[in-house]
Each structure stands twice: as structure tokens, then as C-alpha cells.
């Protein structure tokens, strides 16, 4: 897809979305989403976010790459976990099962990087009561991949927590933990599985799993996408990690190197800078490289110039 495209569709983004026939609306920092009874519409915007902020402007194309790969990848891991998935009736649309949301994210890691990286760097041997041993390097491989789950917080960053803490707290129960935490290694697996094929690297991911009405545990919010997941480029690993140099990586990091670069890590006192037309066609070029490596498939805009009518006429909406 050309620049002149993305340009072209700058004035035309998904930024919010307001559709009062959907039921009840949440907004979070990407999707809004709507409740009514048992049923669920998740609509994926062009809205980014870093460092807990959502930022001014918006990214042409993105809600439509993100919600299609994780709608490819609800696909490809279906017979691992069911999914909450009922029908994707529109580019930036997912309709699915209302469930209630288990309070925990299951975070599944295979190397050493982000904020495990951090804390290991720190004099830290243990996360989410898993021990680490000594001489592990940044972005090294770990002995075996971890589940080093989270809680959910409603402000700021998420907490590490064990499992056995999640138990004593009564966040949920053990049978249910046991549960989540085999699918989340059965989905890793089969997450790293799938990036080596594309000649990529799952380093780290998260995995949200929710409880249908019925009482059944189902893989929920997204999978496997950018958003929710760190790769690296196999191909210079083995170099760059025998060099201690940065790695290569198919995710949104470049985003917040900018916005380090121009003074903003999300600080209360620091100002939001302006994303500029060329940075934002930028994104949206990275974000298609992104989709294009992870699924092997093209990516086809829809270019509608009204993207919330082309999203009502596909929900039916009067």
C-alpha cells in the first residue's frame, strides 16, 4: 500500500465511535465496546497508545490490521481453547459471547526482555513467584518459557502476582488458574510455533480468558497481535544478542522511542507531543509490515470514507 493511500485517509480515520442501538459502551484505550444482554461488539479504532495514554492523533488502517490479526489468530488457535469469536462482520468489528472477564492476565514469556528484563537487571530472581537463575543475559532465551501472571489494574501498570497469591487473595480459584495457565502454555507454543514459520520470534504475549454464561472458560480480548505481544526478527539474533546490541522488533516500540525522543513518557508533568502527518503514515506503513510478516497475507484496506456508516450498514444499524 502506497503512501499517497495512507496520506489520502488521514482525515478519515476511526478516532470514536457512538452507535446508541449497540447497548451499553465502554471505551477503552483502542476498542470501544458495546454491551446488550449476551452479546458483545468490539470495535477496534484507529486510536494508539504508549506509556498508559491514548494519544491526540490517530493511525489510518490500524484498528482494521489489529482487529483482522487477531481475528486471524482466534482462528488458528480455536482447537487449542474455544474463543468468545462469533462473527467479524466488518474489517474493525468483532461480534462475540459477553463473558465475564477473569481478573488475571495469563503472561507467557520465552526470553528475557521488557519489564522481566527490568526487574532481573535490578537484582530480581524471581517473577510472579517463578525463579530465575543467574547469567541470563537481555533478550536471552529462558530455560524454559514462564507464565508470570498479572493482575489487572484499572490505573497505571499492571502487578505481577503468583499463583499461589491469586488463590489466597480469592481473585480466582485454583481449578480455574490451572485451567488458564495450561491453555496459555498450549497457546505460547503454539504462538512460537507460528512466528518461526514467519521467520519471527515470540519473546512475549498475554492471554485474557473470560467465563461464558454457561460457566466455560473461553480465550477473550485479542491474541497475538502487536498489541499484546513482542517478536524479534530471527534472522541477526544470534548476532545481535552475541553482541549485546537491541534486537530487531516486529512491534510498536518505535512509537515510544519517538515519543521518548521528543520529551513524553507518559510523566504527570510532561506535554503530549503532536503526532505529525509524516510519523502517523509512518506507523501505519509499520503496522502493515506487521500484519503482512505475521499472517503471510497482503493486506487490503477497506478505504470507505465514512467508516462508521460502512461499520452501521455492516451491523445492520438504522
Known amino acids: ?33 458495546y454491551r446488550r444482554n449476551g452479546d458483545l461488539v468490539l470495535i477496534t479504532t484507529d486510536r494508539i497508545s504508549s506509556f498508559d495514554h491514548i494519544l491526540k492523533q490517530s493511525i489510518p488502517f490500524k484498528g482494521q490490521i489489529l482487529n483482522r490479526t487477531a481475528a486471524y489468530f482466534f482462528d488458528a488457535t480455536a482447537d487449542i481453547v474455544p474463543n468468545h469469536v462469533r462473527e467479524v462482520p466488518d474489517p474493525n468489528v468483532t461480534v462475540a459471547t459477553a463473558c465475564e472477564a477473569l ?40 530455560p524454559d518459557p514462564i507464565l508470570t501472571p498479572a493482575t489487572k489494574a484499572e490505573e497505571g501498570h499492571d502487578e505481577n502476582i503468583s499463583r ?44 485474557e480468558f473470560g467465563r461464558t454464561p454457561d460457566g466455560s472458560i473461553v480465550l477473550i480480548d485479542e491474541v497475538h497481535t502487536p498489541d499484546c505481544s513482542r517478536y524479534f526478527y530471527a534472522d541477526g539474533y544470534e548476532e545481535r544478542l552475541a553482541a549485546d546490541e537491541p534486537q530487531r522488533q516486529l512491534s510498536k516500540e518505535f512509537v515510544r ?30 503496522y502493515i509490515e506487521l500484519y503482512e510478516q505475521l499472517t503471510g497475507t497482503a493486506f487490503d484496506a477497506d478505504e470507505h470514507p465514512d467508516p462508521q456508516q460502512r461499520i452501521r450498514e455492516a451491523l445492520g444499524l438504522a
Open 1 to 33: 500500500m502506497d503512501a499517497d493511500r495512507i496520506y489520502a485517509f488521514l482525515d478519515h480515520t476511526l478516532d470514536i465511535t457512538h452507535f446508541d442501538d449497540l447497548g451499553e459502551r465502554y471505551q477503552g484505550k483502542v476498542r470501544d465496546t
Open 103 to 142: 481478573p488475571v492476565e495469563f503472561v507467557m514469556r520465552g526470553y528475557l526482555a521488557g519489564q522481566a528484563w527490568r526487574l532481573y537487571d535490578a537484582g530480581e530472581r524471581s517473577i510472579s513467584g517463578v525463579s530465575l537463575p543467574d547469567g541470563l543475559r537481555q533478550n536471552s532465551p529462558l
Open 164 to 207: 499461589s497469591e491469586v488463590i489466597e487473595r480469592g481473585i480466582i480459584e485454583g481449578a480455574t488458574f490451572d485451567q488458564c495457565a495450561a491453555y496459555a502454555r498450549a497457546l505460547y507454543e503454539r504462538g512460537a510455533e507460528m512466528a518461526a514459520e514467519r521467520d519471527l520470534i515470540l519473546v512475549d504475549t498475554k492471554y
Open 257 to 286: 522511542d519517538w515519543l521518548r525522543d521528543h520529551g513524553f513518557t507518559g510523566q504527570p508533568d510532561q506535554t503530549m507531543p503532536d503526532l505529525p502527518d509524516a510519523l502517523r503514515v509512518r506507523v501505519t506503513e509499520r
